[in-house]
């Protein structure tokens, strides 16, 4: 009688310590996920805060678009020399990886007024946002207009 | 007497059970929970955004950053930012990438360094000791 109620015991232990395994295993699994969102949640970084920080270039460094005087070699930020609003240009000021970039952000850029375009390298017509910066638009001849900058920004394709 | 064996061997599989479980959520918590983690992470991503606010400014610039990194091993290079901890492997280390102007470079390491500087040249941004 004694032995049985001792198998009785054992069985009904084992099988709780099954469901109690598989249970156990659920939750350690489900505490890793919630802190690993928790994780990325602390490290998040908003995509236009670093559109923002990117596309300063646009309008403020030489080597991307901005007009520089050649001979005094000052630059007049927020003035877009039009002789260097090209697809090379751009490719040498912002460009990424042939093969990855698509998961890097990518820009479309547009000169409103002068509807003028050019498009980084990885760029497949996917606005995530779009930034507006008001700037001058200096021509060969040197007169200069008002215009807008429109910045599409295709944040990554997955 | 069998009764009793087997009583203590569930006993003791118990226990064990109870403390891997325990050492698990430790474990796993001390991974993932380690401010040293989010810190370098963090460090990582703030730099890739000051190297492309330099890029994006004409004038040569010099900007500190903010906090404490002086358990943290630095390495800038023209696409990459790496932040790691000296006796980390590498499959741990932070590390973000960003695009340069043709023609800029950035470089520099530091090591245990509590205040880090990163400085625009021209066209060189150089990672180094605060002095």
Same mark, same amino acid.
């Not at chain 1, 050649?70 to 000052?74: D, R, V």
């Not at chain 1, 093969?99 to 698509?102: D, K, L, M, V």
């Given at each position: 009688m004694t032995n049985t109620k001792a198998q009785f015991d054992f069985t009904r232990k084992s099988i709780y310590w099954m469901i109690a395994g598989f249970i156990l295993t659920i939750v350690v699994v489900a505490y890793v996920f919630v802190l690993a969102g928790y994780n990325s949640k602390l490290t998040y970084v908003d995509p236009k805060l670093r559109a923002e920080f990117l596309s300063l270039r646009f309008v403020n460094n030489p080597d991307c678009f901005t007009y520089q005087d @050649? *001979? /005094? @070699?000052?630059t007049s930020t927020s003035i877009i020399d039009l002789t260097k609003f090209t697809q090379q240009q751009l490719y040498n000021c912002y460009h990424t990886q042939q *093969? &990855?970039?698509?998961n890097d952000f990518n820009f479309k850029l547009v000169l409103e007024k002068q509807k003028k375009e050019v498009t980084t390298n990885n760029y497949f017509n996917k606005n995530d946002f779009a930034l507006y910066k008001e700037v001058l638009v200096r021509n060969q001849t040197g007169a200069i207009a008002k215009d807008r900058l429109i910045i599409y920004v295709q944040a990554n394709i997955r | 007497m069998n009764t009793k064996a087997s009583s203590v061997l569930l006993m003791i599989f118990e226990l064990l059970a109870v403390v891997l479980v325990i050492y698990l959520v430790i474990s796993i918590s001390q991974a993932y929970g380690s401010s040293l983690t989010v810190q370098k992470i963090n460090a990582a991503e703030e730099m890739r955004m000051m190297i492309d606010t330099l890029v994006g400014i004409p004038a040569d610039a010099l900007v500190q950053y903010p906090q404490n990194l002086s358990q943290f091993t630095l390495v800038l290079t023209n696409d990459a930012i790496a932040v790691y901890q =000296? /006796? *980390? =492997? &590498?499959?741990?280390w932070a590390i973000r990438g960003f695009t340069l102007p043709k023609n800029h470079v950035a470089e520099g390491t530091v090591t245990n360094i509590a205040q880090v500087c990163l400085e625009k040249k021209q066209k060189k941004i150089l990672l180094r000791a605060c002095t």
């Open positions: @050649k *001979e /005094t @070699k000052i *093969e &990855q970039g698509f | =000296p /006796t *980390e =492997p &590498q499959n741990l």
